[in-house]
């Protein structure tokens, strides 16, 4: 599970390193119009991003951890913790 949030936090970080030196790139301009929209811009794709990842892991856990292993235990282990995670909800 430590990977996944893992990956989630790398997609959010990631795009807000680019996210960051773009609307940097648009103040420097003096562009007040083009920065804003480029941090409206980056919200909804870190939103998107980390969602994307997050409904891949709690719809299809077995596709998502297969990307990092192939171990048919670790896998059947992995998709019965995340249907335990669900049910905390």
């Keep these: 599970m430590s990977s996944s949030v ?3 936090w790398v997609m959010i970080f990631g795009l807000a390193s ?3 030196i773009l609307v940097g790139q648009r103040l420097g ?3 007040r119009d083009g920065h804003a929209e480029f941090v409206r811009a980056g919200a909804v794709l870190m939103l998107v991003g ?3 990842v ?3 892991l709690a719809l299809f856990p077995g596709l998502y951890f297969a990307v990092f292993t ?3 235990d670790v ?3 992995v998709s019965g913790t995340v249907v335990v995670f669900r049910s905390w909800h």
């Design 6 to 8: 893992s990956v989630v």
């Design 50 to 52: 980390a969602c994307v």
């Design 70 to 72: 192939e171990d048919p």
């Design 54 to 56: 997050s409904v891949m």
């Design 75 to 77: 896998l059947g282990m």
């Design 29 to 31: 301009a003096r562009d």
């Design 18 to 20: 680019a996210i960051a």
